[in-house]
């Protein structure tokens, strides 16, 4: 099973941007879909954005479609999240989760291996 850990959070101004990675342990991670969620402060946690094995297909949820850009790296066993144009309502923390079903799940259930998570807080 593939193993993740998240790094790349912090304190950002609203407006400005951060790159988040997720590096995976595992010679699974090239046939894993890969996927961002997070979870804010009381609430459910979120699904953000998911690419599949190969990089070719992609899905954002509407929140953060045209600001958000999902990427991965096979060769270097690391998925990455671009996030431009960042607002208060992005503060959360943010989870890298690993997928064996085909194509583009972007169910938590559907995700089998979790990251311990990474702080993002956008202040106003």
């Known amino acids: 099973q593939v193993q993740l850990v998240e790094s790349g959070g912090g304190l950002v101004q609203a407006g400005g941007s951060l790159t988040l990675s997720c590096a995976a342990s595992?010679?699974?991670?090239?046939?894993?879909?890969m996927g961002w969620f997070r979870q804010a402060p009381g609430k459910e946690r979120d699904f953000v954005a998911v690419?599949?094995?190969?990089?070719?297909?992609?899905y954002y949820a509407d929140s953060v479609k045209g600001r958000f850009t999902i990427s991965r790296d096979n060769a270097k066993n690391t998925v990455f999240l671009q996030m431009n144009s960042l607002k208060p309502e992005d503060t959360a923390v943010y989870y890298c989760?690993?997928?064996?079903?085909?194509?583009?799940?972007?169910?938590?259930?559907?995700?089998?291996?979790w990251g311990q998570g990474t702080q993002v807080t956008v202040s106003s």
């Open positions: 595992g010679r699974s991670f090239s046939s894993a879909g």
């Open positions: 690419i599949n094995r190969s990089g070719s297909a992609t």
């Open positions: 989760a690993a997928s064996r079903v085909l194509g583009v799940p972007n169910r938590a259930p559907d995700f089998e291996a």
